[in-house]
């Protein structure tokens, strides 16, 4: 099992930069892939970025450009560092992991792009 731990949300205005934070109970090095996803009110769960293993990343459409997805395999952490914030990035981010053809999920932090 795999137990995920996020941080690092808040409120932000528009433009702003916001670094979020995945902790995970376990090594991550065989964790092939790593993503955070983001759940708008009212709307679906979306990816937002992946990573594998090796530092192969992709990203939505919505934020290439302005998100970087990272991780320390040394310290079981993943980072999504997010600059020019908009408002419609206004979500709960969730960190996930897919390990042994299971899903993991964090608790989700809520980030709030507001002026």
């Known amino acids: 099992q795999v137990q995920l731990v996020e941080s690092g949300g808040g409120l932000v205005r528009p433009g702003g930069s916001l670094r979020l934070s995945c902790a995970a109970s376990?090594?991550?090095?065989?964790?092939?892939?790593m993503a955070w996803h983001r759940q708008a009110p009212g709307k679906q769960r979306e990816m937002v970025a992946d990573?594998?293993?090796?530092?192969?990343?992709n990203y939505a459409d919505s934020v290439k450009g302005r998100f970087t997805i990272s991780r320390d395999n040394a310290k079981n952490m993943v980072y999504l560092q997010m600059n020019s914030l908009k408002p419609e990035d206004t979500a709960v981010y969730y960190c996930?992991?897919?390990?042994?053809?299971?899903?993991?999920w964090g608790q989700g932090t809520q980030v709030t792009v507001s002026s």
């Open positions: 996930h992991a897919y390990y042994r053809f299971e899903n993991y």
């Open positions: 376990r090594s991550i090095l065989n964790i092939y892939k």
């Open positions: 990573i594998t293993s090796i530092g192969i990343t």
